[in-house]
């Protein structure tokens, strides 16, 4: 069974301050990989995207993704009380549809 | 471009009982899965439908839960009878043909379901 895993939290921050947030999976042959945003009682919400090694930065976000250690991660620069939320990570699955992990809890403390 | 349509927004039903959740996907997508998430972890994948042919339902409890899509639009996931670990938020996403592991896709709004 493909796993993700994500540091349980929760993360907290003061606004300003840069969250990083960190996920791990189990398949090599994952191919894609998403960042979720969850704010409480709301679906998710998809905010970033990576397929290849490096980073992809997208304003105050950089994901970062490294295939070799099978590892992913999310950036978040200058927090604000807004990012406050559940950060969920994905990744494919065969292609199909995406595996996630259990979500990070950000609080962006004032 | 309206979004993922879901109904209905909360349910409250007491074990053994049943219950049937609806999603209408966005226009022209394809792709359709029904996720469930329990609260405190991240979503599930129960079913995948691509048009009205399934296409992974390896994590669906088929002894309670059944889904269908007919016509290759709108999807009813079922429930019967209810446990009390079923109470969750059932999300349903959509996604163009082929592109949903690639591109992401976009949830609706969920069904929270309690089971008394």
């Known amino acids: 069974q493909k796993e993700v895993e994500q540091n349980s939290g929760p993360l907290s921050v003061p606004e300003g301050a840069i969250a990083s947030l960190n996920c791990t999976y189990s398949?090599?042959?994952?191919?894609?990989f998403f960042w979720y945003r969850q704010y409480s009682g709301k679906s998710p919400e998809l905010i970033m995207s990576?397929?290849?090694?490096g980073d992809k930065e997208d304003g105050r976000f950089t994901a970062q993704l490294n295939k070799a250690s099978q590892y992913v991660s999310l950036l978040i620069r200058d927090s604000q009380p807004s990012d406050s939320a559940t950060y969920l990570c994905?990744?494919?699955?065969?292609?199909?549809?995406?595996?996630f992990g259990p979500g990070t809890r950000l609080s962006v403390l004032p | 471009e309206a979004g993922v349509a879901q109904s209905p927004r909360y349910k409250i039903i007491e074990k053994r009982q049943s219950v049937a959740f609806w999603c209408n996907p966005i226009?022209?997508?394809?792709?359709l899965y029904w996720y469930q998430q329990i609260l405190g972890q991240g979503p599930k994948l129960l079913i995948q439908f691509q048009n009205n042919g399934v296409v992974d339902d390896s994590q669906l409890p088929k002894d309670r839960f059944s889904a269908e899509r007919l016509k290759g639009v709108d999807s009813t996931l079922k429930i019967q009878p209810a446990k009390l670990e079923d109470s969750a938020v059932y999300l349903c996403?959509?996604?163009?043909?082929?592109?949903?592991?690639?591109?992401?896709?976009?949830f609706g709004s969920g069904t929270r379901l309690t089971v008394v």
């Open positions: 994905a990744a494919d699955n065969y292609g199909q549809n995406f595996v």
């Open positions: 996403a959509s996604s163009l043909a082929g592109t949903g592991a690639r591109g992401g896709y976009t």
């Open positions: 990576i397929y290849s090694n």
């Open positions: 226009s022209g997508h394809a792709t």
């Open positions: 398949d090599r042959g994952s191919q894609s």
